[in-house]
T-cell receptor, first 112, second 112 residues
Framework: QQPVQSPQAVILREGEDAVINCSSSKALYSVHWYRQKHGEAPVFLMILLKGGEQMRHEKISASFNEKKQQSSLYLTASQLSYSGTYFCGTKGGSGNTGKLIFGQGTTLQVKP | EAQVTQNPRYLITVTGKKLTVTCSQNMNHEYMSWYRQDPGLGLRQIYYSMNVEVTDKGDVPEGYKVSRKEKRNFPLILESPSPNQTSLYFC???????????FGQGTRLTVV
């Protein structure tokens, strides 16, 4: 079951904050976040593991609520370079399988 | 330079003509995976491999085959391509599952 990301798209001004949510109908073992710029390959941001701590990548942080089967990506004081499509990938089970299911993506546009 | 290399980058083929998209990584990664990306659907996992000679189905394996005879290579085989397999394909590798994945540059396949 594909996780649901919200919002589908967001437009920000430089310096504004944004939150991208990723919600699954199944119990999760880990959540993987990637950013893809137009015409390029996805680039790793962070992985959150069950029972792990909140992660941070520069001014981007993420949380993982295992009980709610949700993860949120927080973009603080957004920069033009943050523009792109953000994908969450979810992995269920006990962590022994390699199946990773991505959401449909959230397109973020940061304007000057 | 650490990288994942896919070939070809672009391919136009006809229905039913067998083709192979190669993927090679030079980072000694155990985990490799293939995804297809279609507008509005995000990244969908086709097959993955946890290690040499170990492969398993992802979310959309129908019409595809893979093999993992060596650690560095993970080719994607389309025995009889059909137009609904027209898509952008990405290969990715990571040290093990649940670590940072590195993506190849992508292969844009058109089946007519």
């Amino acid at each position: 079951q594909q996780p649901v990301q919200s919002p589908q798209a967001v437009i920000l001004r430089e310096g504004e904050d944004a939150v991208i949510n990723c919600s699954s109908s199944k119990a999760l073992y880990s959540v993987h976040w990637y950013r893809q710029k137009h015409g390029e390959a996805p680039v790793f941001l962070m992985i959150l593991l069950k029972g792990g701590e909140q992660m941070r990548h520069e001014k981007i942080s993420a949380s993982f609520n295992e009980k709610k089967q949700q993860s949120s990506l927080y973009l603080t004081a957004s920069q033009l370079s943050y523009s792109g499509t953000y994908f969450c990938g979810t992995k269920g089970g006990s962590g022994n399988t390699g199946k990773l299911i991505f959401g449909q993506g959230t397109t973020l546009q940061v304007k000057p | 330079e650490a990288q994942v290399t896919q070939n070809p980058r672009y391919l136009i083929t006809v229905t039913g003509k067998k083709l192979t998209v190669t993927c090679s990584q030079n980072m000694n990664h155990e985990y490799m995976s293939w995804y297809r990306q279609d507008p509005g659907l995000g990244l969908r996992q086709i097959y993955y491999s946890m290690n040499v000679e170990v492969t398993d189905k992802g979310d959309v394996p129908e019409g595809y085959k893979v093999s993992r005879k060596e650690k560095r290579n993970f080719p994607l085989i389309l025995e009889s391509p059909s137009p609904n397999q027209t898509s952008l394909y990405f290969c990715a590798s990571s040290f093990v599952m649940n670590t940072e994945a590195f993506f190849g540059q992508g292969t844009r396949l058109t089946v007519v």
